[in-house]
Structure formats: C-alpha cells, structure tokens
C-alpha cells in the first residue's frame, strides 16, 4: 500500500508541474499578444485555458481518490490536502493569463497598453512567468530558499503596480478613461497572479518545515 | 463513531454559516462606508476581517482532523473536501470586502464614488451582501431550487457590472482618471465576491444531486 500511495502522491505532484507549466506559458503568451496586439496568440491563450481546467478537475478527481483509498494521515494527509489547493491556486492563474488575452482581443487591432507602459508591462508579464517558473521549481525540489527568493521577486511586483498605478493617477495621462481602466485591471491581474505563485511556494515551505511564512500585507490598490 | 462524525461534521457547517454571515455583514458596511465616506465604519470593516480568517484557519484544522481521525469515503469524504473550499470561497469574500472598505479609507474624506453611481453601487452592495445570505440559506437547508435562484441575482450582477462599465467609458464621464480605475476596481470586487456566493452554492448543489451546475463563462472586462 505504501508503494501505491507514493505513485499515487508523485502523479499528483506530477499534475501540479503540469499545471504550473502551461500557466507559465499562458501569462508569457498573453503578455506577447498584449503588447503586439496579436490576435491568434490571445486566441490561443483563450481556449488553451480549457486544458488546465482538465488537468485542475483530473487532479482533484485523483487527490480525492487517493484520500478514499490510502486514508493517508498526518504528514501524508496535509500533502494530498495541500495539493488540493495549489491546484486552486494554479487554476486561478489560468484563469488571470486568460484574461490578460481577452483584453488584448477585446481592443484588437488596437493595442490595450499605451506605448510608455510597455516596458513596464512587459516586466510583470516577465516576472509573472518567472515567479510561476521558481514556484514549478519549489513544488520539484522542495527548496525552502528557492521560495524565499520568490517572495523578493514578487516584492519588485508590488513596486511595478505601484509604478503603474503613478502612472495613470499622473497629470500627464493622455490616453482617456478607457486605457486607464485597461491599464489598472491589467496591472491587478499580474498581481494577483503573481500573489498565486507565491502562495504555491509557500504551501510547499508549509509541508516541509511546518511553519507558516509571514504573509506579507498589501493594500490592493496600492495609490496613496 | 459515527455519530462522532456526523457532530464534527455540524461544527463544521455551522463554521461555514458564521463566515457567510460575516463576510454578508462585511461587504454591507464596506458599502455604506464607501457611499458614506465613514471611516470609522471602514476601518471596522478592515479590522474585523482578521476574525474570518482565523474562523477559516480553525475551519481547514478541524476539517483535516476529521479526514484524519474519521477517514471518511465516498460522500462523506465528499463533505469535507467540499467544506475545505467553501471555505476558501468564504475567506476570499473576506477579503474583497475589506478590498472595498480599503478604497473607503483610502479616499476618506472624499467619497471615492461620484454621486450619479451611488444608486448602482449600492444595488451592486446589496445584491452581494443578499447573495450572500441566500448561499448561507443553502448551505443550512440544502435546498436545490435556492441555489437557482442565487444564479439568477447573479445574473443581475453581472448586468450592473457591465452598467457601470458603460457609464465610465461613456463619453460624459467628468470625473477623472482617478475616480474611473477606483470604480473599475470596486465594481470587480463587487461581481467576484457574488462569483464566490454562487460558487459556494454550487458546491453545495454538487454535494446533493452530485451533478455540476452549468458554469456561466462571462467575460470578465464586460465592455464591448
């Protein structure tokens, strides 16, 4: 039974890598077809969130299955409960790369970010994507530094939503109402998705050294 | 045993009605206080949301300890994992009204809303504040036909969502760049804290029938 149960908790973890993986892919994909307002790749973006629907179903379907089989408990129940939730967390993140693409096809042909934000927004779709890279890389090896790391990165998110938010709230703005609201759910999309990845990572550090890593508190709209 | 299980598995209902009545009450005050400029009512709202999150940390214990101590199958098993998300959506809703009683504070003492949108955001306050009691209601009585109903004011919701996006990007809109992304922003913390009601509900309908309800897939920038 053990055995079973190992192969079991390994495809699970299996399915959370899979996850992260096409997430990771989807926000660099949105990104892209933000910025250069390219059709076919938010398209893509669009219907590929199906399959990570599928993936989040099947491992949920599969972390049930081994909780009624396996009856696992302490240590070995927290993990199969824990992976319930980073799936919740990665499904989410489908979801906001999703988003990212449906704006850029809502405003197609036009492009949905004024040209002085694209290096910005091009940095948090990089980072978005980079963060979901290190959080796949903490769910594989289990490294408690490598989820710290995390957390600085997503700090230098906060600081370019800061910086975005600046931006609209400036005198200078002259892209009207429609760009700036645009810009502000675009901007709280790489947030939240970012805030995911990082509650992924912290979930692992949860399961290995049993100690709760201090949620950092932000205001959501970070203008003063 | 069983009987056991069947009163771990009470508390834990009534631990999901106690978070559903306070993130309803929560998202209640967060409106007046956004409407009214009421900074003592925000801050309220802001503070109290620690208690919902310790309701929903106590909550995924005492879930985690049955799945430990009962091992439950099949249905049961179901229950449980199922509370473990309500859960989840419930503390979310915490979250997104104090997103709202944020924004309150942060404008205080200018209301962060202009006049002509009150009537709208105040519908939108208590359509989520009553989704909320009407999610409550299903998790008390299981009762199939109310979770219906709870998809129909969402619908409405949703309707008042893509109300106020028309009405920012309306041509006539005088009230700045600033206010715009601060409705924006409240209108999404509006419709996402309804989308977690019914998605409450549905987990609920889910358990009963064992079928899932059709998800609603709209756009989450509702403008055309």
Known sequence: MREAYHEELSSISEGLVEMANQVGSAIGRATTALLDADLTLAEGVI????????????????????????????????????????????????????????LARMRFPEPAVPRELHGTILEMGQLAQRLMAQACEVILTQDVDAALRLEQDDDRMDELHRMVFHHLLDDQWQHGVEAAVDVALVGRYYERFADHAVSVARRVVYLVTGQRMKQTVTDERVTA
């Open 47 to 102: 219907s590929g969130d199906d399959s990570v629907d599928v993936l989040h179903r099947d491992l949920e379907n599969r972390a049930i299955a081994v909780l009624a089989r396996q009856q696992p408990v302490a240590t070995d129940l927290r993990v199969v409960v824990t992976s319930l939730r980073m799936s919740a967390d990665l499904e989410r993140c489908g979801d906001l790369a999703q988003h990212v693409a449906k």
